[in-house]
């Protein structure tokens, strides 16, 4: 309960500071009474979906649209508040100059400048804007990624192989089959010669998928879909009754991903075979620095040759710098997901890329190379607590692998 009173007394001043900017450009009192009843509706609706008792520590979809109208309000209000701040440090001093040097008589604070106010709400506009598209149009706006990677011990019948990677489904997430559909055909339009998924199908329980098992039932590609778990998927953030309920949860999940049509990796591996040439997929389950750590490494990779062509999928990419990199065998390429971009940030192509959670991992989303391995870090299909995407779009990675020419 305390923290609830903080909560409230912290966002009244923002608010009421914020006001001031409303107040000074317009005299019309519906315009300050609009104001008002969003505010109390918005942070309403935050502390009833917030003392609701849930399944999980997961948010719920109710939950999450509350968070992301909070968390844009917010964002509104912490731009205008230190430009209001600033004007009025500044009204202070010359407050002060008047009594001190002219001849005035009495102390008094200048009035606040309307333009001021109109330019911090302007300012304040583009995240508002930004923040409400995210959650309109930006979680769904399906952005496919080509990437091309040369390797000198590629065998020969793999030249030109191409992978389709998807990554943090959350599909408890969802509100839109028919861009869910369409996210699908846009897959599988790819034509790619195999689909491995990393993990994270959900983001608390099994039978959130059930809605879309057969949609992603009509996933294909011509070598197989394979497939590992994320730390979503293995139940850990549900208070369960039973030791059972858990594990039943994770065997239907496993049954789900069969049922869609993915080979389950769970340490272990897979060659794909083209005549005497083969690769091998390696499936780690989730490792993770922070997370679940039952990701073994040694195991997945048992009956592989060290001159073998080797691509693991491991969800969290701290498993490729902590563990994959320097291990004594060599893993050509690492797929992983995990950080989702922070679903917010700036990627401009050879110019700018920029999230939060870059703060948090190293490697948080594309193509880095190490120690002549590369790892690609999926920024996500779908979306988790903040009900959008600002300039971090989900992801369909495609990678073509190349032999790199031979010198003569």
Excluded at 89 to 108: A, M, P, Q, W
Excluded at 109 to 138: C, E, N, T
Excluded at 374 to 391: D, E, H, M, T, W
Aim: hydrophobic share 40%.
């Amino acid at each position: 309960m305390i923290r609830w009173l903080i909560f409230i007394l912290i966002y009244v001043v923002i608010d009421f500071y914020a006001f001031q900017a409303i107040k000074t450009i317009t005299k019309n009192n519906w315009v300050h009474y609009l104001h008002i009843a969003i505010s109390v509706l918005v942070v309403g609706n935050f502390i009833y979906q917030f003392t609701q008792v849930s399944t999980g520590r997961v948010l719920t979809p109710e939950k999450s649209y509350a968070l992301g109208f909070l968390l844009t309000l917010i964002a509104l209000k912490l731009v205008v508040v230190p430009i209001m701040f600033g004007e009025d440090v500044f009204r202070i001093f010359e407050g002060t100059y008047n009594r001190l040097f002219t001849k005035s008589e009495s102390f008094y604070l200048p009035s606040r400048r309307k333009f001021v106010s109109q330019i911090a709400m302007g300012i304040a506009a583009i995240p508002f804007a930004s923040l409400l598209y995210g959650m309109v149009k930006g979680k769904y706006n399906f952005r496919v990624l080509n990437y091309t990677l040369h390797f000198d011990d590629l065998p020969e019948a793999f030249d030109g192989y191409k992978i389709t990677q998807i990554s943090d489904i959350h599909s408890g997430s969802f509100d839109n089959k028919e861009k869910i559909e369409y996210a699908v055909e846009l897959i599988n339009e790819q034509s790619s010669d195999t689909l491995l998924f990393t993990g994270d199908m959900v983001n608390n329980l099994a039978n959130e998928m059930d809605p879309w098992i057969e949609t992603f039932s009509k996933l294909k590609a011509r070598d197989g879909m394979y497939s590992i778990l994320g730390n979503h998927d293995y139940g850990d953030y549900v208070r369960w009754e039973t030791k059972e309920g858990k594990t039943q949860n994770l065997k239907k999940l496993k049954q789900i991903q069969e049922q869609i049509g993915f080979d389950l990796l769970l340490n272990e591996n897979r060659f794909i075979e083209k005549g005497d040439d083969r690769i091998a997929i390696i499936g780690v389950e989730n490792w993770g620095k922070g997370f679940k750590k039952k990701g073994d490494l040694n195991k997945a990779s048992e009956g592989l040759n060290p001159d073998d062509f080797k691509i693991v999928l491991s969800h969290d990419p701290t498993h490729w710098n902590e563990v994959i990199v320097p291990h004594k065998d060599h893993f050509h390429l690492t797929l992983s997901g995990h950080t989702h971009g922070m679903q917010f940030g700036i990627e401009v192509p050879g110019w700018i890329k920029w999230s939060p959670v870059k703060w948090r991992y190293k490697h948080w989303a594309g193509i880095y190379e190490q120690a002549n391995q590369f790892i690609n870090v999926n920024r996500g299909f779908g979306f988790l607590a903040y009900p959008g995407r600002v300039g971090i779009w989900p992801e369909i990675t495609v990678i073509e692998l190349k032999k790199s020419p031979s010198i003569v």
